[in-house]
């Protein structure tokens, strides 16, 4: 298994421009969701799915879009990038909680955005 | 509203020291605590967790109790090598919220020779 694949691993964008992040998993996980990382605030949640066809906002969803056409594929759009968004991406990927456990998350290895 | 709490860093200290990596969080009801450790140009990876009060998770000789009276789940290591080096995340998450995690600021931790 590859586990949860991301691209790019490093974008930079002018001001409005946009974008999509690509983001993978071969596990057949159920739960995927996107977080940004931004010094001394942590990873923040931004868009989260349960499933196929099924997407909820996170903490910080503006500027951001997504959509799960697939299990395997979790694209974030960016529809007009801004400064704000300059951060460290990371998608995860688990099971869900159908059975009741708690399952662990996997994490990409990150695309670092810097927008200009 | 639910928060995660982390000793600010970096933490610096010499191998074979003692590290603790303090972690309090603010929450009604019982989440299950992380630790995700993130080495240099990595995701995250999960070191341990604890669903329950009174657990300990353990993992390469990292030790963290849920400790339900005092709402913390404080990080230890009783001899650490350069290896360790890299930044901790204490986070919380709870059963019914579909997976979401509520991370802490990060601490990072440099462990020098």
């Known amino acids: 298994n590859a586990g949860v694949t991301q691209t790019p691993k490093f974008q930079v964008l002018k001001t409005g421009q946009s974008m999509t992040l690509q983001c993978a998993q071969d596990?057949?996980?159920?739960?995927m969701s996107w977080y940004r990382q931004d010094p001394g605030m942590g990873l923040r949640l931004i868009h989260y799915s349960v499933g196929a066809g099924i997407t909820d906002q996170g903490e910080v969803p503006n500027g951001y879009n997504v959509s799960r056409s697939t299990t395997e594929d979790f694209p974030l759009r960016l529809l007009s990038a801004a400064p704000s968004q300059t951060s460290v991406y990371f998608c995860?990927?688990?099971?869900?909680?159908?059975?009741?456990?708690?399952?662990?998350?996997?994490f990409g290895p990150g695309t670092r955005l810097t927008v200009t | 509203g639910n928060s995660v709490t982390q000793m600010e860093g970096p933490v610096t200290l010499s191998e074979e020291a003692f590290l603790t990596i303090n972690c309090t969080y603010t929450a009604t009801g019982y989440p299950s605590l992380f630790w995700y450790v993130q080495y240099p140009g990595e995701g995250l990876q999960l070191l341990l967790k604890?669903?329950?009060?009174?657990d300990k998770g353990s993992n390469k000789g990292f030790e963290a109790t849920y400790r339900k009276e005092t709402t913390s789940f404080h990080l230890e290591k009783g001899s650490v090598q350069v290896s360790d080096s890299a930044v901790y995340f204490c986070a919380l998450r709870w059963t019914d919220s579909w997976g979401k995690l509520q991370f802490g600021a990060g601490t990072q931790v440099v462990v020098t020779p």
């Open positions: 604890a669903t329950k009060a009174d």
């Open positions: 995860a990927s688990s099971y869900s909680r159908t059975s009741g456990r708690i399952y662990e998350q996997y």
């Open positions: 596990m057949n996980h159920e739960y």
